[in-house]
């Protein structure tokens, strides 16, 4: 015996598409016209945010020549972070350091050593800003006094 499938003789069909989560279903009907539902909403992958939870600089102290090394926490996946630059600035503003924070710990801390040149001006330093991109492109400052307030001290 064949069996012909029709339009008419369709129970229920759903596709649902994972990528899209879209969803198809029509129901059985008895007369020619057939109905139809047709529902989509919009799955969006979103990354947990990445937020500023710590702030280290070692050693407290150093003198001009040496380096000192940053660490940054975060929480978020960290390999959303795709660059960390600290801009250091010194007691009169007259020396302003820039560096990258490259390095990733066995933790899913961020890290990099700044030299401190040797002719920087002596006193109580700080981290000026901390700019952090991910990767999507999207640059988050962070400034002293108001979000990071992170000094060291550069003496001889």
Known sequence: ??????????????????GGAFMFASTRSDSPNLTADISSSEVVDQAEPKVLTGINVSPSSVRPGES????????????????IDAYLEGPAALNTINGPVVNIDGD???????????????GTWKI???????????????HYGTDIFVTFVVAQ
Do not use: C, W
């Open 1 to 18: 015996m064949t069996t012909i499938l029709s339009l008419r003789n369709i129970f229920v069909t759903a596709l649902i598409i994972i």
């Open 68 to 83: 000192v090394t940053i660490t940054i926490s975060t929480s978020g996946e960290i390999f959303n972070i795709i660059q």
């Open 108 to 122: 899913g801390n961020h890290f990099g050593s700044i030299p401190i040149p040797s002719g920087a001006e002596q």
């Open 128 to 142: 000026k800003t901390l700019e952090v991109m991910d990767n999507e492109g999207i640059m988050t400052s962070y």
